[in-house]
């Protein structure tokens, strides 16, 4: 767990500000390994069936996703929201995977029964999937005014374009990263991973909409317009590199080992995942937002289909809660990725000036500006479009 003091951090360049108490990313610890102490056991509470009481509000999260305390067994903000509002929230690291959680509790959505949840927190591409199969309950908007402090950039996806079903919880950047001894100069587009220092160094994401999406703008195509044309073009492309030897693996988090190894020196990454590396090996990685464009996806609140009236009001209740700038913050400054609330970088500066100032917790417009969603894909090209990509990855 990257837990180092501020004295013992070197200072990383202006784009990459180190981010001060950092923890481990909740995508490095896939399928809940290093989960806080006490969490196996909200688990085992929150995948029961008997339904929510009318003073409850049973919450399915990924791991490492909410702010803890030091003992690892206390939610400060989450405890906060029990006080003010008397009601009983159970929360549970269940998501381990987006396809692994959809696949648990798909049958039971089918069929109209309890799942266990009465939110869930699914990633874009999935919560459209829950969306599309009207597996969703759209929002009493009078129960979550805050709503409106969403970031203009998340506030119109294509999979929910006037947030009636769905409200980004955090998000997530993509773009590229890089070993700063290997490539002093640092990056400013996709093209500088393709120097002969790299060769059969570098390593791509196996989330297909980071990878594709970053090289389709790195020559010049929309991603939140994508033709089939265009985004096969862009298979092939990378399907060349590899073939070419230039790239050695399309991987998940295991490309931060390769860096750390010495065996990657170049990527296509998380923002979070790359802040982790620079301050647990002395500022040695940098990452940056490609000039042509980087991806943003977020995991989003969802109300099931499944969850009761009284379950339904009490999760509004939550999500308008954790859209107040200020308990934003106060998760901000433990997740460290980016907050969708505006208004919680103010609040942050008022605890923590400098991590206030972090530009991947809060981009600044011109950051944001280069940020895109991809497009939410029909049944079809989800299938014929993954296809293609795992294929060229060698899957």
């Known amino acids: ?166 409200l980004t919880w955090q998000g997530i950047m993509g773009g590229i990263g890089w070993n700063k001894a290997v490539n002093p100069k640092g990056m400013k587009s996709l093209d500088d991973l393709w120097t002969p220092a790299n060769k059969g160094k570098i390593v791509v994401l196996s989330e297909m909409r980071d990878t594709i999406g970053i090289i389709l703008m790195s020559q010049g195509v929309s991603i939140e317009n994508v033709t089939e044309a265009q985004f096969m073009n862009a298979v092939d492309f990378l399907a060349k590199k590899i073939s070419d030897g230039w790239i050695r693996g399309v991987k998940g988090n295991e490309y931060k080992e390769d860096l750390i190894s010495g065996d990657a020196t170049a990527v296509i990454a998380w923002s979070g995942d790359m802040f982790q590396l620079s301050t647990e090996n002395a500022g040695k990685f940098d990452f940056a937002i490609p000039e042509s464009g980087g991806t943003i996806s977020g995991d989003n609140f969802l109300i099931p289909a499944t969850a009761t009236a009284e379950g339904k009001k009490n999760a509004e209740t939550l999500i308008n809660y954790y859209y107040e700038p200020a308990v934003a913050a106060e998760v901000a400054a433990y997740v460290n990725y980016v907050t969708p609330v505006l208004g919680a970088q103010e609040e942050m500066a008022k605890f923590d000036a400098e991590l206030a100032k972090s530009e991947y917790i809060f981009p600044t417009e011109k950051t944001m500006s280069r940020l895109n969603v991809f497009k939410a894909l029909t049944p079809t090209e989800e299938t014929v479009w993954t296809e293609a990509f795992q294929k060229a990855a060698g899957n």
């Not at 180190?18 to 909200?42: E, K």
């Not at 003073?55 to 305390?69: K, M």
């Not at 998501?95 to 990633?123: C, R, V």
């Open 1 to 166: 767990m990257a837990n180092s003091t501020r004295a013992s951090r070197p200072p990383l360049s202006q784009e990459a500000r180190s981010i001060l108490n950092s923890r481990v990313s909740r995508r490095a610890v896939f399928a809940g390994a290093g989960a806080v102490a006490g969490a196996s056991a909200l688990a085992a509470c929150g995948s029961g069936g008997s339904g929510s009481s009318a003073d409850s509000v049973r919450w399915a999260n990924w791991t490492l996703y909410l702010d803890v305390d030091d003992s690892g067994k206390h939610y400060p903000t989450l405890e906060a929201f029990e006080k003010k509002y008397n009601l009983k929230a159970t929360y549970s690291e269940d998501i381990n995977d987006n396809d692994e959680f959809f696949g648990k509790i798909q049958g039971q959505l089918k069929l109209g029964k309890d799942i266990g949840y009465d939110l869930i927190t699914p990633t874009d591409w999935m919560a459209a999937r829950y969306i599309r199969l009207g597996y969703t309950q759209k929002f009493d908007a009078a129960n979550i005014p805050n709503a409106k402090n969403i970031l203009p950039t998340l506030a119109h996806p294509s999979f929910d374009a006037n947030r009636e079903q769905s």
